[in-house]
Nanobody, 125 residues
Framework: VQLQAYGGGLVQAGGFLRLSCAAS????????MGWFRQAPGKEREFVVGMNWSGGSTYYADGVKGRFTISRDNAKNTVYLQMNSLKPEDTAVYYC???????????????????WGQGTQVTVSS
C-alpha cells in the first residue's frame, strides 16, 4: 500500500497550488482521508480531513475558506486545493489514509494508518 503525494512547489503569497495524493495497493473509497503538514521545528499538524464517503469534512481554523479537500474514488486519489496561500502555510504536506472501512473524519494522526512521503510547499512573501 502506497500513497504518493505531489503537486507542491514554490509560490508567492496570494497564489494557489493543488496537491494530489494517489493511492495504490488497495482502494480507499471507504477510508477516511486527511492532509497534515509539518513546518521546520514544529510538530506535524492537522490541515483537513474527510470521512469515508466524502460527505463530512473538517478543516483546521487557519485554512478554512482557503483550502478545499476533495476525492475521486475512481482514481483512488484525494486532492487539496490551496488558495490565497500565506507564508505561514509553508511546510511539508502529507496525505494520510485510514485502514478501517467507513471511518469518520479525524484530526488525530493516530487514526491514520497510511502516509505519503510528503510534498514541500513554500510560500514566499
Amino acid at each position: 500500500v502506497q500513497l504518493q503525494a505531489y503537486g507542491g512547489g514554490l509560490v508567492q503569497a496570494g497564489g494557489f497550488l493543488r496537491l494530489s495524493c494517489a493511492a495504490s495497493g488497495r482502494t480507499f473509497s471507504s477510508s477516511a482521508m486527511g492532509w497534515f503538514r509539518q513546518a521546520p521545528g514544529k510538530e506535524r499538524e492537522f490541515v483537513v480531513g474527510m470521512n469515508w464517503s466524502g460527505g463530512s469534512t473538517y478543516y483546521a481554523d487557519g485554512v478554512k475558506g482557503r483550502f478545499t479537500i476533495s476525492r475521486d474514488n475512481a482514481k483512488n486519489t484525494v486532492y487539496l486545493q490551496m488558495n490565497s496561500l500565506k507564508p505561514e502555510d509553508t511546510a511539508v504536506y502529507y496525505c494520510a489514509a485510514g485502514a478501517r472501512r467507513y471511518q469518520s473524519v479525524s484530526t488525530n494522526t493516530r487514526e491514520y494508518d497510511y502516509w505519503g512521503q510528503g510534498t514541500q510547499v513554500t510560500v514566499s512573501s
